[in-house]
């Protein structure tokens, strides 16, 4: 008769092997969980942008649009593919992109990123997180957290609420807030192939930075805080400087207005 123990072994280590085999890396050398194919999450993100644009009022044709059009042409022809962009809006201070070639902006944002180098700097940082594969990872991720709860309470006898949030916070945050420090860097290399000014990237942050009022701590956020941000995109500027000149040299000199 098989032991409760060796049973339990033997629905695990198949488990663990097919993660370990579905492990990719990002454009950073940062490991991944993908546990999902990209055309099952432009699926996802085609279908996610549909209910969106249902949901939340999409901005005619005005200066605001144009311009957010403008600025996220002069993005994605860095890195090719077809995209399609819409503007909301909304008072919201946000903007994504979505696996699929989906982005969008939402008017409130345009209070914040003040010239056309900051809104680069978020377009490019979203357009990142559809290169580097985060939405699928993450939602690996949140695959192989559950999967873990149900193996260690089956196993333990612990509380699957108890587990489900250490595993939330050791898992899924962190890599969330990895993803958020790997795309400010890639979408700075991106703004500044483009031609746009990186150091406007730090300058976003620090505009974003003057309300956080409300705030969660950085360990308990999905993102790092703007202090971590606006030092880590000012030490990265020494990397992509030469990429803004070469691309100001060849005359890419976006010139974006709203």
Known sequence: MVTT?????????????????????????????????????????????????????????????????????????????????????????????????????????????????????????????VLAGHSAARVSNQMAAQLGVAVLAGSTGMSPDMIGMGANLLLVLPNSRGDESESDIIGQQIMARAGFDPAQAAQLWINMGRDRSGAPPEMLSTHPSPDTRIRDLNSNLTQVQPLYQQARAAGKRPNCSS
């Open 5 to 129: 123990p060796m049973l339990r072994m033997a629905l695990v280590v198949p488990v663990i092997a097919a993660m370990i085999a579905a492990c990719a890396t990002s454009p950073t050398g940062r490991r991944q969980l993908r546990l999902v194919s990209d055309t099952e999450m432009a699926q996802m993100g085609a279908a996610a942008f549909q209910e969106l644009k249902q949901k939340t009022p999409p901005a005619r044709n005005t200066p605001a649009t144009r311009y957010v059009q403008c600025v996220a042409q002069a993005i994605t022809r860095e890195v090719g593919g077809e995209w399609e962009v819409q503007v909301f809006d909304s008072k919201e201070v946000n903007a994504f992109a979505l696996p699929g070639g989906k982005i969008g902006v939402y008017t409130g944002l345009l209070e914040v990123a003040e010239n056309q180098h900051q809104l680069a700097a978020v377009i490019g940082h979203e357009v990142a997180h």
